[in-house]
């Protein structure tokens, strides 16, 4: 998902909308011979994600800007550790240095957050997944992150595969005929390929859904009591997913219920962007004005 082509995309963007016309300041104040060296330095402690996008906001703003990434995407950081260096004309420096430091410390913040859940599951089987509750535009960088942090992506959009969710089940069912006759209709018009997961709010629907034969059922918002009793009563039928209700003082919990994956929004659509910094050092010819 995340390929030079998108990333190429998206910085762009975010350089035009943040310097439609230029960057007047640093145009207005900065020599045009003026270098600069730069260090991207931990703040905090986490996991990193996003040096690629990072690189981008430089080189995108001037190609004569050089990014030495010093972690890898998914590696461990300490407070103080130096993330990358940044070396080129001043100006470009520090017109990329906003975008640059935005895309880095959210996707870092994402991969931090998304190693301490899987941190919490760890000696079961459950897999951390993302939704698709992603900032609109960035859902490749924000899956990517999580990722980083060690966890994995569910569908990335709409045209990836057929989930049913309680509403979908109202309008299918709502001439009277059964779940499963629904469900096993809409298996009969799908390529082989295609993946078919249903949600269920409720024990008791879980049999109906099964017998028509769906790759992955939701369990959603069930008690840690129900998620037992539900995986106990799809005994190996389907691959299961546990939703709502997925903090980090629950996860370990559901995990150890049996589930084989545990979905959660929080992961993309509540987190904290990481504490990371950009110290510029310039340098310039003494001779120089701003021109």
């Keep these: 998902m995340l390929t030079p082509q998108h990333i190429d995309r998206v910085v762009s963007l975010a350089l ?7 960057d007047l300041t640093s145009e207005t ?52 550790d130096e993330l990358a260096s940044v070396t080129g004309p001043a100006r470009g420096v520090l017109q990329a240095e906003r975008i640059g430091l935005n895309f880095v410390q959210r996707m870092s913040g994402i991969a931090t ?24 535009g960035l859902r490749a960088f924000e899956r990517h992150a999580v990722r980083s942090g060690g966890g994995f992506n569910h569908r990335f959009s709409l045209s990836d595969a057929v989930m ?20 096993l209709e809409v298996r009969s018009r799908l390529s082989h390929t295609t993946h078919l997961e249903v949600e269920v709010d ?3 629907q879980i049999e109906s859904v099964l017998a028509a034969g769906v790759d992955t059922i939701m369990l959603d918002n069930f008690s840690l009591d129900e998620l037992r009793e539900g995986v106990a009563l799809v005994a190996g039928r389907a691959i299961i ?12 919990a559901i995990a150890r219920t049996g589930v084989d994956v545990i979905s959660s ?16 050092a310039l340098s310039a010819d003494p001779d120089a004005v701003p021109r």
């Design 16 to 22: 035009e909308e943040d310097a439609p016309w230029g």
């Design 29 to 80: 104040l900065i020599p045009a011979t003026a270098t600069a060296t730069a260090r991207l330095v931990a703040r905090e402690s986490g996991v990193f994600s996003g040096g690629a996008v990072f690189a981008a906001a430089f080189t995108l703003t001037d190609s004569a800007i050089s990014v030495d990434l010093l972690v890898a995407d998914g590696e461990a950081f300490e407070t103080g």
């Design 113 to 136: 957050q998304t190693a301490r859940y899987v941190e919490r599951v760890a000696g079961t089987k459950a897999r951390i997944v993302d939704t698709r509750k992603t900032t609109p």
């Design 164 to 183: 049913a969710k309680d509403n979908h089940l109202a309008v299918l069912t709502a001439g009277g005929i059964s779940v499963t006759d629904a469900l």
């Design 202 to 204: 409720r024990l008791d």
């Design 241 to 252: 997913e546990a939703s709502g209700n997925v903090t980090l003082d629950t996860v370990g």
């Design 265 to 280: 929004g929080a992961l993309t659509h509540s987190i904290r962007s990481l504490d990371l910094g950009l110290d510029v």
